[in-house]
Structure formats: C-alpha cells, structure tokens
C-alpha cells in the first residue's frame, strides 16, 4: 500500500511488474484534483474560514487539500476579497511557535515544483494574491489565482496555492466536465443551502 504522488505510484507498478515471482497486489492512494463548488445561497464567512483551512492549512501538503473553488460570477469578487484578507491574517514560520498558521513545505525541491507553477499563474492566467514568505527555509506563501477552467490544471499541485474557477450558475454542468475529464477523485466541497444545487454537483 503506498500514498503519494502519482508518477512514484506508476514507478513502484512497473517494479513489482517487472519482479519476478508471484504477483504483488498494490493499492496506491495518490491525491487529487479536490474542488469545492459554492452557490450564491452559501454564507461568505463560512466558506472563507473553510476554504483557507482547507487550502492552505499544513501548507496545502495533504492529499485532501483544496486546491479549485468553482464561485458563481454574481459573487465572486466578494469571496475572493474576503479570502485576500483571510490570507493575509495567517502567520507563516516556525511550526514549533503556537502562533503559526502555516509552516515551510517539505524540502527545496517542492518549493521550486511551487515556484515553477506560480509562475506559470502569472504567465497563462491571474495570480489574484499571494502571501510574503519568509526568505529563509523552504517556504512559499499561500496563493491565489484564477485560471480559466479546471483543465488548466494537468496535475495536482502539492501546496498552498488556490486556484479559482468562475462559472455561470445556469452553466454548472459546463463547468465541472473539465474537472470530470481529468479523471481524478479524492475530496469534494459543497457549500449551499439549497440541496438541489448538492445533487446537481454530485451528478455533474
């Protein structure tokens, strides 16, 4: 049984394929592309306190992280506002001081896997805000951005970057196929308080 990144999870395959001797079942849990969708019923506090926590709680390095919240355009520029302050409460440092939110990620090379991401934001779509970070350690403040469609993203991005998808709210099935289609499913986030628009989010 193996959790972590998917390329590490096709490498160990191919190795007990290769092994001679009897077949060795493996089960390889490898993270996602996990989404929250948001309707314009859902409480704006609530979902910012869930989103960050989700997002960006242990520098976003959990399987489970958020990492695309799907808004409604008549309220977009509110949420992101609001998520813009949030981000900019949080005390990144030492993660042995009480008073830090988030801490470094895990070594250089997932900050450079970071930074080479980010700047893919600022070239291919629009990085919303982002967090100093400390200068020493391996550390990347949180991020926010707005890309296109879910397809933009090929990948999981282990980190606290926070990628936003604005959609029409007659077009949610528009939407979430691009999401659908990339074929990864770990973690989902509703807020609402209409069930309706939870049963279309899980059909779509």
Not at 161 to 185: F, K, M, Q
């Amino acid at each position: 049984a193996f959790t972590g990144g998917t390329e590490t999870a096709w490498a160990i395959n191919r190795s007990l394929a290769a092994r001679p001797g009897p077949i060795i079942p493996f089960i390889a849990e490898t993270g996602g592309l996990n989404a929250m969708f948001v309707d314009t019923t859902a409480l704006r506090e609530q979902v910012i306190d869930d989103v960050v926590a989700s997002a960006v709680g242990a520098a976003g390095q959990r399987c489970s992280a958020l990492r695309i919240l799907f808004v409604p355009r008549d309220t977009a520029d509110s949420l992101i506002e609001g998520l813009k302050g949030a981000m900019d409460a949080l005390i990144l440092g030492d993660p042995s001081d009480p008073r830090t939110d988030i801490g470094p990620v895990i070594d250089g090379e997932a900050l450079s896997g970071l930074k080479a991401h980010g700047e893919r934001l600022a070239r291919e779509a629009k990085v919303l805000h982002q967090v100093p970070a400390p200068e020493t350690g391996s550390f990347f403040g949180p991020l926010l951005a707005e890309i296109p469609a879910a397809d933009f993203l090929e990948r999981e991005v282990f980190g606290p970057i926070l990628h936003i998808v604005r959609y029409d709210s007659a077009r949610l099935e528009a939407a979430a196929g691009p999401l659908a289609a990339r074929g990864y499913g770990l973690t989902l986030g509703i807020h609402t308080r209409i069930e309706g628009f939870a049963d279309q989010v899980r059909q779509a």
